[in-house]
């Protein structure tokens, strides 16, 4: 029964060795083994731009995918102000969005008679890596619409900066086929 035993520890540890030569050797024949993907080759412009910012507010953010041909998906995710929804958080999707380059538009559904407009850019932020907090800042107008009983419209432009959050911070992007 001893021997046995033996045989089957050392029957183990020939085949892990040999599973790690055979890794080893795989590393050695393939480029780039180990090491993070890179983009794919067919990876659109401007999709590293999706992912969460911070809005107006602590606690509310807006969130961007961007799609093919440059359409802009998301939505803004924000605390009420009005009487009945005074502190709820309210998310408002958009209408629609748009990036062409680096210039990024949208304009959101309309919830509680407000609504937002942003019109800027993406910009290189002061985070260092891609997954940091800041690396890609929107910078721009943002305009917050609202709309009063008798349908007048008042509009507050912001000069903002919207900061990328963290990568560990903000959901994936669904892949599209």
């Not at 019109?119 to 910078?139: C, H, I, M, Q």
């Not at 721009?140 to 912001?158: I, Q």
Request: aromatic content about 10%; some cysteine; overall charge neutral.
């Amino acid at each position: 029964m001893r021997k046995s035993r033996l045989t089957l520890i050392a029957a183990v540890f020939v085949a892990a060795f040999a599973c790690i030569s055979w890794a080893q050797d795989s590393k050695a024949a393939v480029p780039n083994a180990g090491k993070p993907p890179s983009a794919p080759r067919d990876a659109k412009p401007g999709r590293e731009y999706s992912g969460m910012y911070t809005f107006l507010k602590d606690g509310e953010f807006v969130q961007i995918t961007v799609e093919d041909e440059g359409r802009v998906t998301g939505f803004v995710s924000r605390y009420g102000e009005g009487q009945s929804d005074k502190g709820a958080f309210l998310d408002q999707y958009f209408r629609s969005g748009k990036l062409d380059g680096n210039q990024l538009t949208f304009t959101t559904e309309t919830v509680h008679a407000v609504w937002f407009d942003f019109k800027g850019s993406v910009e290189r932020g002061e985070g260092k890596n891609p997954g940091d907090e800041g690396y890609y800042v929107l910078k721009g107008v943002l305009n917050d619409n609202r709309s009063d009983a008798e349908k007048r419209v008042t509009t507050h432009s912001h000069q903002v900066d919207l900061k990328r959050f963290p990568a560990e911070a903000s959901p994936a992007p669904a892949p599209r086929n």
